[in-house]
């Protein structure tokens, strides 16, 4: 009845052996959300080891962006591309950040199609755990992507006035928003059905939201409505605190902004994000 | 006894216009393993995803170990555990880094985790596998680990869903062994199936399910006494005896006999299996030459077609997302 001897290849399921460690289970206190948190975080970790090749994002966009922009409109745009570079890079990291957060519903959208997650729902942990776990991990994409944003920069002549000080709060900051931000997209890719549609969508949204700042421009020379929509648009707001910090100013009232958008950001999404987390099939 | 571990009444789910589960009634009493048998998209994954606390019933009121899915869920979730039809592990990662995932959720310390992770690959034969991505893994392989994976604290009631489909026979086999052996030690099984002796082997009671209803319930020897034992499979030498074969056979086994497109084939539905000796002994006797003959349990199919009239169809599933 038990083991026969076909089954030599693998070592067999013996009732002893079952039986032991079905014993030997014990059932320790259940961790608090923090720690739920950062062990889903370490999952992203184990992903980032296992599947090295979706790192590819966070270096391919930022070294082309900065390449592209800084050459191709430098001259134009402020004289010189040494010049425009001390404008653009700051503007660049905001901007290859904001595009590597789309890539966290793109990811979420596929990983939660699969048998494991709803594994993770069937757990009693704290439920948004497993979400803001896979965020969290996402923070040492964000970081490595900005990490190559600025040494490209550094290779190419920008200096920043503020000097590591300022463009380690200005990263620092960064990370937050895009944190806060992520929230938007795990919500998109809870609603659309396929990683495509998340991509799609997310791009409808990055595109207007990048561009329509002061990222690459001073918006000064642009028509009245635009200037105003950009005023209320927080990717500006980011893109102007990290240019001050990295820049050696320290513009506290739009460091205000910023936060104050990042939760709100947070507090909106967050909650939806939930509410579907939690009703879907 | 008399405990039950599963009690749902007028369970209902739909998705859109299709109904998924539609009114389903179980008791289930603790210990033991319960089947629950129906074809692809009879509602199946849908109650057990139900009584898992995954997804919230339109209607109707299941209790799980005397918790309610809806208003106890997290006392049902830290109670059972679920391993689903599909790889309910994270197939990126290494078996032991799945277990030991688990374990830290599940609130053991790394130390401890990566003990009981090792404790747990060593008794599922998947030591040597240990350190592999599982999407390496033979699919016997991955279906130990994701039961594994169920085991990793202990729990009073686990589902299965779907346990040995697309397993070849000697996994099948295995996966028997530890839900023997899980039953063993005291705790309670759900399984869905879609073999009906899958459900034969190992379960103490099966309810039959289709198009989302309980359309019978009692233990496989109640069952087959609604449906029949099985079926015998005759075949001769010679089409142009068939006709005398049929009326051999009808007479001695006093049932219905069906002439098959096979035009040197005859199969009847049999009720006690005894008379079949009787009959082929009645067939040599008259002459008429038997190449082949075969005994065999009624399949899903035939069962169906006594409990319901109409053969299980295949429906598309729009439950398994």
């Keep these: 009845m038990n083991a026969t001897s076909a089954e030599q290849a693998s070592p067999p399921v013996t009732e002893d052996a079952l039986r032991g460690v079905l014993l030997a289970g014990e059932r320790p206190p259940r961790p608090g959300p923090v720690s739920t948190s950062l062990t889903f975080g370490w999952r992203a970790l184990l992903k980032i080891k296992h599947v090295p090749e979706q790192l590819v994002d966070v270096t391919m966009f930022p070294i082309m962006f900065t390449l592209m922009f800084a050459y191709l409109f430098g001259g134009a745009l402020a004289g010189s591309t040494q010049e425009y570079l001390q404008f653009l890079l700051p503007g660049i990291l905001v901007q290859a950040n904001v595009m590597i957060t789309m890539n966290t519903g793109i990811t979420l959208n596929t990983d939660i199609q699969k048998g494991v997650f709803d594994r993770f729902r069937s757990l009693p942990v704290w439920r948004p755990s497993p979400l803001v776990g896979a965020l969290l991990g996402d923070l040492v994409r964000y970081s490595i992507g900005s990490a190559i944003v600025i040494m490209l920069g550094l290779v190419l002549g920008f200096r920043p006035e503020g000097g590591a000080v300022g463009v380690v709060l200005s990263v620092a900051l960064l990370l937050v928003f895009s944190f806060c931000l992520s929230w938007l997209w795990t919500m998109l890719s809870l609603i659309l059905r396929t990683p495509n549609s998340v991509a799609g969508v997310s791009m409808m949204v990055m595109f207007p939201l990048t561009f329509v700042s002061n990222i690459f421009v001073d918006p000064k020379t642009m028509p009245g409505w635009l200037q105003a929509v950009i005023e209320v648009n927080p990717i500006t707001h980011l893109a102007t605190v990290v240019r001050g910090l990295m820049h050696g100013s320290v513009p506290a009232g739009e460091i205000g902004w910023v936060l104050v958008s990042s939760v709100l950001l947070v507090a909106v999404f967050g909650p939806i994000t939930m509410v579907l987390y939690r009703n879907k099939k | ?321």
Excluded: C
């Design chain 2, 1 to 321: 006894m008399g405990k039950l571990a599963i009690e749902t009444r007028g369970l209902k789910k739909s998705f859109g216009k299709t109904h998924a589960v539609a009114g389903v009634d179980l008791a289930v009493s603790a210990g033991g393993v319960y089947g629950v048998l129906g074809p692809n998209g009879a509602g199946k994954t849908t109650t057990i995803r139900m009584l898992a606390t995954l997804l919230r019933p339109d209607a109707g009121e299941a209790q799980v170990l005397g918790y309610d899915v809806v208003r106890d869920a997290r006392s049902v979730r830290t109670r059972v555990s679920l391993t689903g039809q599909f790889a309910s592990v994270d197939e990126d990662l290494t078996g032991v880094e799945n277990l030991l995932l688990l374990a830290r959720l599940l609130g053991y310390s790394r130390p401890r985790g990566r003990r009981r992770a090792a404790d747990l690959l060593d008794a599922f034969g998947l030591a040597n596998a240990a350190d592999r991505q599982v999407k390496k893994y033979s699919g016997g392989m991955r279906r130990r680990i994701d039961i594994a994976a169920s085991l990793v604290v202990p729990s009073e009631l686990i589902f299965l869903d779907e346990p040995t489909t697309g397993l070849d026979p000697r996994s099948r086999n295995q996966v028997w062994e530890i839900v023997r052996g899980l039953v063993a030690e005291g705790t309670t099984v759900l399984l869905t199936t879609q073999y009906l002796d899958e459900a034969d082997q190992l379960a103490d009671r099966i309810a039959v399910i289709d198009h989302g209803k309980v359309i019978a319930e009692g233990s496989s020897g109640q069952l087959k006494a609604s449906f029949g034992a099985g079926s015998l499979h005759v075949r001769l030498r010679a089409p142009e005896q068939r006709a005398e074969a049929e009326r051999v056979l009808a007479g001695v086994l006093e049932v219905q006999v069906e002439p098959s497109t096979d035009p040197v084939a005859l199969s009847a539905r049999i009720s006690d299996p005894e008379r079949v000796a009787r009959a082929l002994a009645e067939l040599s006797r008259g002459g008429i030459d038997v190449t082949e003959f075969a005994l065999g349990q009624p399949s899903l199919d035939e069962v169906f077609l006594a409990l319901t009239g109409h053969p299980s169809e295949e429906t598309p599933k729009e439950d398994a997302a």
